[in-house]
């Protein structure tokens, strides 16, 4: 619920006019008129392809209360409320910048990093959720629309707030930073993604870094303590500084790791002075990690070690890798949401843990910039000792087979597209096989899921 005198309140600065019938209230604040229900205020943003004026109609049919626009309507709706302001977006950014000022008590954590992000998001939630009532932005809610509506929900009963920030500019993770105002950063690692975009890892680097210098003097960075680029970010922040890893020097500790694949991952978990050993469910020994930064969250805000470890046991944090059941009693590890050399590695290493024939079929990765090559290269070797069977698809992953071959690897096939690649796979599929599809995006590679599966 957000009141209608927070919305003015909030828009005062920018509000050119106020027009119709004055609602108490709204239930909502949404930007799909698809998604509105009665009572909600729709807000018209303007993209490059849509313009939510467009559909102002479609949100009035479907029962919203209130209108944020940037022009008003030829013919004013009856018993709506009207707010007319410059730029939508903006406006949007000001209710979310407001209900975060009236709600102060509410601790905010924020999640960022190239790789890894929306994963550690879900377990540092999941692991804070065992004592706190969390709020957290669900699937990529993580940008300059998402983030806000996101802190729209913010209510009384929340204690604390998990906000995955994403970027594709410097500056962004700033402007996010000053709608949400953290008091706890967490950054996961620097690599490659989206280096086309920005030009260098130190571009990147500082992008991220965005987010630990805009933390409060009595706040806490949580750093990667085992990448050095992260670790380097405790230079560039007012808050102390708390490392996490496998490296000497970290406060939040894991030591003695041991993978089961899909069955989970144990290590020993160390923090000061503290040792317990520590059994997850999430599969896959570079999950150890995201275990790690959601541990050191936990004990941060006052968590025990005994504690943390019962919330690590029972986490089931939503994540982007899914399991289908292939032809013939096979298996089909469904990561293709996005892909980046680091990501890459990581699924390479729970196929390496997983028992039976292991098979990977990989694609593109996308935005590398000139670590195209490099990077798709690295993925092939890795690939030479992660599988028994290599299916390399499209021109760039074309790059990753030839150096599996390089490496000595007898079973790699080359294919142009991913269709042939599926109907040359599918009638080879065996009980007891284990099938990795990865590759960015713009592959979309989860099409081919139907003809491996019965």
């Not at 479907?62 to 309507?73: D, F, I, S, Y």
């Not at 968590?303 to 029972?314: D, G, I, K, N, R």
């Not at 292991?358 to 599988?387: K, P, S």
């Not at 990753?400 to 991913?418: D, F, M, N, T, Y």
């Amino acid at each position: 619920m957000i009141r209608a005198a927070e919305v003015e309140s909030s828009l005062q600065p920018v509000l050119l006019e106020r027009a119709g019938e004055a609602a108490k209230g709204f239930r909502r604040v949404v930007t799909d008129s698809q998604q509105v229900r009665p009572g909600d205020l729709f807000v018209a943003l303007r993209g490059e392809h849509h313009d939510g004026h467009n559909f102002l109609a479609d949100a009035l049919t479907r029962g919203a209360r209130g209108l944020l626009v940037e022009r008003l309507p030829a013919a004013p709706p009856e018993g709506v409320s009207l707010y007319r302001v410059k730029d939508t977006l903006d406006a949007l950014q000001r209710l979310a910048a407001g209900r975060r000022r009236r709600q102060p008590e509410a601790r905010v954590i924020a999640v960022t990093g190239s790789v890894g992000k929306t994963t550690t998001k879900e377990i540092v939630a999941s692991v804070l959720g065992h004592r706190f009532k969390v709020l957290k932005n669900e699937a990529n809610y993580n940008n300059e629309i998402g983030l806000p509506l996101t802190l729209l929900g913010l209510t009384r009963r929340h204690e604390l707030v998990v906000l995955e920030m994403g970027m594709y500019a410097l500056g962004e993770i700033r402007l996010l930073c000053e709608i949400a105002r953290p008091q706890v950063g967490v950054v996961t690692n620097v690599g490659p993604s989206h280096l086309e975009r920005l030009g260098s890892i130190e571009a990147i680097a500082a992008a991220k870094a965005e987010l630990v210098e805009a933390l409060p003097a009595d706040g806490c960075a949580i750093l990667n303590g085992d990448d050095p680029l992260v670790r380097a970010m405790s230079k560039k922040t007012r808050a102390r500084t708390v490392l996490y890893g496998t490296s000497a020097g970290c406060q939040v500790r894991g030591t003695e790791m041991e993978g089961s694949g899909l069955g989970g991952i144990s290590f020993t978990l160390e923090y000061g002075g503290e040792r317990a050993r520590a059994k997850t469910r999430l599969p896959g020994r570079h999950l150890l990690h995201n275990a790690l930064a959601a541990a050191a969250a936990g004990m941060v805000e006052g968590m025990t070690l005994p504690e943390v470890v019962e919330a690590l046991s029972q986490t089931r944090a939503q994540l982007r890798l899914h399991v289908h059941k292939g032809r013939n009693g096979s298996t089909i590890l469904d990561d293709t949401y996005n892909a980046s050399p680091t990501s890459m590695l990581a699924a390479l290493a729970l196929l390496a843990d997983m028992p039976g024939r292991r098979i990977a079929v990989l694609g593109d990765m996308r935005e590398l910039g000139d670590a195209t090559e490099e990077g798709h290269r690295v993925v092939g070797r890795e690939a030479a000792r992660a599988a028994e069977v290599i299916h390399a698809v499209g021109e760039l992953g074309r790059l990753i087979g030839e150096e599996a071959q390089r490496a000595g690897h007898p079973a790699v096939r080359l294919w142009e597209s991913k269709e042939a690649a599926a109907r040359a796979l599918a009638p080879e599929l065996h009980r007891g096989d284990v099938v990795l599809l990865k590759a960015s995006r713009a592959m979309a590679l989860e099409t081919i899921i139907p003809e491996l599966k019965d």
